[in-house]
């Protein structure tokens, strides 16, 4: 399911999350198995894919770098399965998340 997600720039004490599911149904996290997983996020600025985790529980995350999130941007984002046999799965799989970098006020 699409979110939206706000963060302010330069921080990068958060951790972006998700639960990725097909038709509204979590996906088992053994189906991830053997699997890699990557952050991928675009806005009119940023373009960025990074190596991301995919939890026992079979949720995502990313801890993102000072450099994904130093320039204000509103981008879109999505979490890139690759198997085993190569094939390739993206989550959320209608849609985008929606990710919003605003300025920090210092």
Partial sequence: MATTIITKQHDTQITFRDT????GVAVPPTQFAGCTLSFLL???IKVIKQTATI??????????VAGDVDTIDKCQQEW???YPS???LTFPNYGYNIVKIIADLG
């Fill in 86 to 88: 190569g094939k390739i």
């Fill in 80 to 82: 890139e399965v690759v």
């Fill in 20 to 23: 990725p599911t097909i038709d």
């Fill in 55 to 64: 939890n026992a529980d079979g949720t995502f995350q990313y801890s993102p």
């Fill in 42 to 44: 675009k806005g009119a």
